[in-house]
């Protein structure tokens, strides 16, 4: 009697295509890697004793400070153009919530294996990876303090560090991927072009600072 023929999935695996065969190769690198790197996942872990400081490097990239004190500073603020600063960011933070959320709903990459679910208040979809929303936030954040904010170089240069090191300590920390991180920077980086483009003023929404 003739054989069965092979399910579809298997006859891509027995003829696999050269760029499936490049994207298993990436995929098989950055989990490998991401394994190496994190080495703050657990208190047992090589580095386990520096685990306390990477969670307060995670805690300084959450999106609820920032939300909530950009908030704030909106309130407390007496200075039109301040305003108009704060008010864009607060729509740069929810913007950067939503994306990474529509991104990680579609994707939906689960998180290392190694990674210690005992992050800083969480919802629904952080269980996925991809993209990490703390990078494209650090990023985001980065870029809109550096075009916003006069500040002198070191203090410019200690912006840009804070981006790159939270961006690191997700890694480290064993919450995500090399891939899903270098995304996310790129990501965030991206969506300050967005929030530029649409920016909002009191000509652009002049309902939206009435409120304020």
């Keep these: 009697s003739a054989a069965a023929p092979l399910p579809e999935e298997d006859c891509m695996k027995l003829n696999p295509s050269f760029l499936g065969i490049a994207l298993s190769s990436l995929l098989a ?15 047992g872990s ?7 400081l990477m969670k307060v490097i995670e805690v300084s990239g959450h999106g609820i400070p920032w ?25 740069a933070l929810l913007l950067d919530l939503v994306l990474v959320a529509v991104v990680k709903g579609l994707v939906k990459r689960r998180r290392p294996t190694h ?29 809109f303090i550096l075009h916003h904010l006069v500040l002198a170089v070191p203090l ?4 840009v560090l804070w981006a790159l090191i939270v961006g690191i300590s997700r890694v480290m ?14 990501l965030g980086y991206a969506l300050y072009s967005v929030v530029e483009y649409c920016w909002l003023s009191p000509l652009s929404a002049p309902a939206l600072f009435a409120l304020w």
């Excluded at 090589?46 to 306390?52: H, I, T």
């Excluded at 939300?67 to 729509?91: I, K, M, P």
């Excluded at 920390?173 to 790129?186: A, C, E, M, P, S």
């Design 29 to 43: 690198i950055d989990l490998w890697a991401s394994k190496r790197l994190g080495v703050c996942a657990g208190e």
């Design 46 to 52: 090589a580095w386990g004793s520096a685990r306390p």
């Design 67 to 91: 939300l909530l004190g950009t908030f704030y500073g909106l309130c407390q603020s007496d200075s039109s153009a301040a305003r108009e600063v704060l008010l864009n960011l607060l729509f």
């Design 115 to 143: 990674n210690k679910m005992d992050m800083f208040v969480t919802i629904s979809v952080d269980k996925y990876s991809f993209p990490s929303g703390h990078a494209t936030r650090a990023a985001l954040v980065c870029r």
């Design 156 to 159: 410019r240069v200690l912006v």
């Design 173 to 186: 920390l064993g919450r995500h991927n090399v891939t899903d991180v270098l995304f996310g920077l790129l």
